[in-house]
């Protein structure tokens, strides 16, 4: 229920459905009844962190036990937050309305480095003590989870708990521990003793880092019952594990409003570039039927008419046309939509296409990531101009008049001539366009070119390359847009200063905590909304704590350094990304993990087993 | 294929989801009660769904009626009734279910209920007595957002002719309001401006608002159905 000091301020506020609970599928409990209480926190808007599965698929495990309500909290956006601090109203969840200080624990999904500013401001706004040494009593226990916590360094100081890899039953587990030691009366630290023994959590206290003269880690040390190397866990079979019958249908619009069914986890790929393709590894696939059960149900307690198959690189699920078959011989009747996110020029059938125009067209994306064959050879993407002209082909025949590609500037080795490739490639699919003899009349074609700027993300094999500076990616930028030609192709960008300040955060460690936190204090928050981003004070914060952002950023590291996440193990070996490294600086390939196992080392995770190899 | 009219409520949290997004939420809750519903037969096929007038956020209502189509003459109105009811959210209540009677563009007024809570007594007495002598007043003028062919003006209307009968009484802390005034698509009186152009003009503001509507009329009082 939402407590009478909102509800005065909520018709001030943009969006109010936003602060208030209630929908359809949320679940209440009998507070006095349960004996743990999880406030699962979002670090962004509410539209954004309903489209988030891993919370849906999260929030319906811990509310499936009797003893124990999960709970949904957003970060305010900064209307309701000024008003929230001016009336002194503390964070609270959606479901009771209770403040989230209140709660056994209280946990934050880290899904991109720009939201970290917003977790520390959470923290704040509930009025928990922002510092884990700062935090003495058990509970609120602080946890944090998602794919960023592969480096949790940047925040470890904040979190008395990291979580490493998938959720499902790590979640469960940490709860039954927290239960077991309130009911005993346990210290925190004995609590913590306890959870630093099981394999897929990091407790950060338990380590000290000592740091080189020149600032480079020099050794990170375990101490208690922590192991030497905190592992990451994985669900070893998908078809068992709970996946929700419903999700919540949110009451106003979101940004993904459609059921999600997940159809498998991990990459064959193992595009260089892609933090993804290596710490979901190894592969495991959900069977057909499960997945097309799966997606029944929630479209019949949600009501959608849009189904979206979640995977990297859907196509590239081996029963991907029998699930088709299976799902649109009850979607269509329905008038329900299938849509495949995330698709791969290089195994795009005609069939593909008329299973997925059966009910509506949607958009038609692809992903070629550089715009010459040398460089795509580089990063591995192991995609041919043949292979996206065919592509271009096929979608034109088939009555698209538009693509979208993507693209990323700033790749390790890339020169001024790869970055005019892009623009050259765009403008061999608009010729295409207009060789088609079927062509639409009087129809043009549109081609949406997006070119990211590329981040050196932990645990890839690009993880010691300097990012391209600011200026040399503005540089890249420009030399992009000179190259167009047309007017059919348009081009969209990402502000340098943003992916910067990723890249700083990204392969950070322990000692930008004190700068975010200063960076928070001078207001800056919602990091990754450009119209809420305040470079200049981060710069300011930065300066005032000694630290040169470029260091993190812009630096070429030695095979030889310690690097800041080098306690945590994510299975994939760093010899492995090594020698991924030295070939992508000789523009060698890797074949994919069907074709043959490159060796990765993943596979321990799950006994040895990887589905790309049966 | 037939037209269906159902009433529904808009109560608690509800009331603050926008009419747009209760457009949205209604064609998600056709699709859970799995009615037979007749389709729009273009690019984007969507059940036929359309909207007596729409509610302000931050209000409730006792009377929002929406009309669906459907594809089945055998289905009663009671079956769809009893679908419908599973499947709605908290605060969206299925209230009847019947054939229409009269057309949307008939609905020229619509009566609410007003709970304006002040932060004393004193506030909420002299807010209630300057309130009597305004609307009892011949004059009322508030702005209002409006437009002059295609450009955005503001226009200066007088709400005392936009309120066809009122009522106002004081409890305690507390100013009730019945009001009766003009709704529909030429005319159309929000009591959210009514409230915000006393507040203006008596120098008092309530603490905290409540505006309920109770029913929509056609011409000579009789009311919507």
């Known amino acids: 229920m939402i407590p009478t000091e909102v509800e005065k301020i909520l018709l001030k506020v943009q969006k109010p459905g936003r602060y208030v609970g209630g929908e359809l599928n949320s679940v209440m409990k009998d507070k006095s009844k349960v004996d743990l209480r999880y406030a699962f926190c979002f670090p962004d808007t509410y539209e954004i962190g309903m489209s988030h599965l891993g919370m849906k698929i999260l929030y319906s495990v811990v509310n499936k036990r009797d003893d124990a309500w999960c709970e949904r909290v957003f970060a305010p956006w900064v209307d309701m937050e000024e008003l929230m601090r001016e009336k002194n109203i503390p964070l609270y969840a959606l479901e009771s309305g209770d403040p989230v200080k209140d709660f056994d624990m209280v946990g934050f999904t880290l899904q991109y480095e720009l939201s970290y500013s917003n977790v520390i401001n959470m923290l704040d706004l509930a009025g928990i003590p922002l510092y884990s040494k700062d935090r003495e009593s058990l ?10 916590v592969c480096n949790s360094e940047p925040v470890a100081d904040f979190m008395d708990v990291i979580m490493l890899g998938e959720g499902e039953e790590t979640t469960n587990e940490l709860l039954d521990l927290l239960k077991l030691h309130k009911k005993k009366g346990s210290t925190k630290h004995e609590f913590l003793c306890d959870v630093a023994k099981l394999e897929g959590f990091y407790v950060p206290s338990f380590y000290d880092v000592e740091y080189n003269e020149d600032n480079t880690v020099k050794s990170v040390t375990p101490k208690y019952t922590a192991p030497e190397k905190a592992v990451k866990r994985v669900i070893s079979d998908l078809d068992t594990v709970h996946y929700p019958e419903s999700f919540i249908v949110p009451s106003i619009e979101i940004v993904h409003d459609r059921v999600t069914s997940e159809i498998f986890r991990g990459c064959i790929r193992g595009c260089r570039f892609c933090q993804a393709g290596f710490i979901y590894r190894p592969i495991r696939e959900k069977s057909a039927d499960v997945v097309n059960e799966q997606s029944k149900s929630l479209c019949k307690t949600t009501g959608y008419d849009e189904i979206s198959l979640c995977s990297l ?82 979608a034109f025949a088939g009555g698209w008049t538009g693509v979208k590609l993507y693209f990323m500037i700033g790749l390790p080795t890339e020169t001024l001539d790869d970055v005019a490739g892009i623009a050259e490639l765009g403008q061999k699919v608009v010729n295409e366009f207009y060789n088609n003899p079927d062509k639409p009349k009087g129809k043009g074609v549109t081609v949406n070119i997006s070119a990211s700027s590329f981040v050196p993300k932990p645990f890839t094999p690009f993880q010691w390359e300097a990012q391209d500076t600011m200026e040399q990616l503005s540089e890249k930028q420009q030399h992009l847009m000179a190259s167009v030609r047309t007017k059919k192709i348009n081009i969209s960008t990402h502000l340098t200063p943003t992916s910067f300040l990723e890249g ?111 | 294929m037939r037209c269906v009219r159902i009433r ?214 009789v009311s919507f159905r």
């Open chain 2, 8 to 221: 529904f409520t808009k109560t608690g949290r509800m009331i603050y989801v926008s009419h747009l997004d209760v457009n949205r939420m209604m064609a998600r809750a056709v699709r859970r009660a799995e009615l037979p519903m007749w389709y729009t037969e273009g690019f984007n096929p969507h059940p036929y769904i359309a909207f007596a007038l729409p509610l302000s956020l931050g209000q409730s209502s006792e009377c929002e009626y929406m009309d669906i189509r459907i594809e089945s003459d055998t289905m009663t109105d009671e079956e769809i009734k009893e679908k419908f009811s599973a499947v709605m959210p908290e605060g969206a209540e299925i209230k009847s279910v019947t054939a229409p009677v009269y057309d949307i563009n008939e609905i020229c007024g619509a009566k609410y209920q007003v709970k304006l809570i002040f932060n004393s007594d004193d506030e909420a007495k002299a807010f209630c007595e300057k309130s009597t002598a305004l609307l009892d007043g011949g004059e009322l003028l508030a702005e209002k957002k409006g437009k002059k062919g295609r450009r955005k003006v503001m226009k200066q209307v007088n709400l005392i002719e936009q309120i066809f009968e009122k009522e106002v009484a004081l409890d305690g802390s507390e100013v009730l309001m019945n009001l009766t005034v003009a709704a529909g698509n030429t005319v159309n009186l929000n009591p959210a401006l009514l409230v915000e152009t006393l507040s203006k003009e008596t120098g008092i503001c309530p603490d905290l608002q409540y505006i309920e509507r109770k029913d929509l009329i056609i011409a000579n009082g």
């Open chain 1, 504 to 614: 700083v955060f990204a392969r950070g460690d322990r000692k930008l905590s004190k700068v975010m936190e200063v960076a928070w204090k001078k207001g800056c928050r919602f990091d990754g909304w450009d119209d809420q981003f305040h470079f200049d004070l981060w710069m300011e914060a930065f300066k005032e704590c000694g630290i040169e952002p470029e260091f993190y950023a812009n630096r070429k590291r030695d095979f030889s350094e310690v690097l800041p996440w080098d306690h945590l193990d994510y299975g994939v070996s760093k010899k492995f990304l090594m020698k991924e490294n030295e070939k992508a600086h000789r523009s060698e390939t890797t074949q994919n993990c069907r074709q043959k196992c490159a060796g990765c080392g993943a596979n321990k995770l799950n006994g040895g087993k990887c589905h790309a190899m049966c």
């Open chain 1, 313 to 394: 690189s859907t196509s590239d699920y081996t029963e991907i046309e029998p699930l088709l078959d299976k799902m649109l011989s009850w979607t269509v009747d329905k008038k329900i939509n299938v849509a495949l996110p995330s698709l791969r020029v290089d195994n795009f059938s005609e069939e593909l296409m008329q299973k997925l125009t059966a009910v509506r067209r949607s958009g038609l994306t692809f992903a070629p990531e550089a715009g010459t064959q040398r460089l795509r050879d580089a990063i591995n993407k192991n995609v041919t101009e043949d292979e996206v002209m065919e592509t271009a082909r096929k």
């Open chain 1, 139 to 148: 509970t609120p226990l602080v946890v944090a989870g998602g794919p960023c």
